[in-house]
């Protein structure tokens, strides 16, 4: 483990009001990683802040994670291969993480990309997750309007005077994210906001249960908004993103179509050089769209992380005439 300043207990809980609406324990989660790809990198870092409704701190548990692999960008999160020597698997700390993490709404800044990790390490064990939903504080931080000129952690912790002693250490993040997510959920509350809590899916479906859910094409609906280029990781889908399905869903590829393109999307049906995000539950499949992707380096998520991006779209230039 990296040395820390663990959290602070909180000196006074949330008022009722806050407590009564969002009646949730959370778990404040970070990940470090080796690269920026879920289905390919590799956790090296996680950190847990276990929070009661109220946000007194009920526990907290970090530890680092042999990746099995080179760490990874060294220069952003610190940690070394020398550092990793006597680091337990993810295997190893599993099950100890699901305990941590049941029940409680997960709470991570850019929760898609920290989940999409942690989902993927949890696939590769016998370890069953118990995570019901998730919450995205930069997707919270957006629907409370903050007058900021972008959303990552450093300008929404300043904005709440939280201070960053290691930025991009997963312990001293969740410190940070604890403070931010006590101060957002009052400012909630206030404003009358519901949070943008994400369903997790607990089980996959089975491929018979799947099978029907399988249209051949997408209706081609013209896009109000100009291309914005390729989904950029760690910040939100903008409107008139150029997005491709593949393979099998859990919600009927009729109803993601449908809610993508009253979101300001533009659905294609095909991977190009142009597309800006492929969704997908099966990204090692060896189909068409997941090569083609893989060719022209398109940027891949699952159902359940482009679920959270749909929560928090971003607006689009409208295109002129």
Known sequence: MLPHTPPADVPD????????????????????????????????????????????????WDSLVDPGRDPGPTHVHGISAEMLHDAPAFADVAGKLADLLAGRVLVAHNAPFDWGFLHEEFKRTSAEHRVPHFLCTVTLSRRLRLPLPDLTLARVAAHWGVTQERAHDAVDDTRVLTEV??????????????????????????????????????PRTPCAFTDPGRWVPDEALVQGTKVVFSGDTTTPREDLIARSITAGLDVMNGVSRTTGLLVTNEPDAGVRKVLDARKHGVPVVDEEAFEALLAGIAPGTPKKG
């Open 181 to 218: 997510l006590r101060a957002s959920l009052r400012e909630a509350a206030e404003q009358g906001i519901d949070l943008p809590l994400v369903p997790l899916r607990q089980n996959p479906p089975t491929p018979a249960q799947r099978r029907w859910r399988r249209p051949a094409t997408a």
């Open 13 to 60: 809980p949330l008022p009722a009001d806050v407590v009564a609406r969002y009646p949730h324990p959370y778990a404040v989660v970070d990940v470090e990683t080796t690269g920026m790809d879920a289905s390919a990198d590799r956790v090296v870092q996680v950190a847990v802040v276990q929070l009661a409704a109220d946000g007194s701190v009920e526990g907290a």
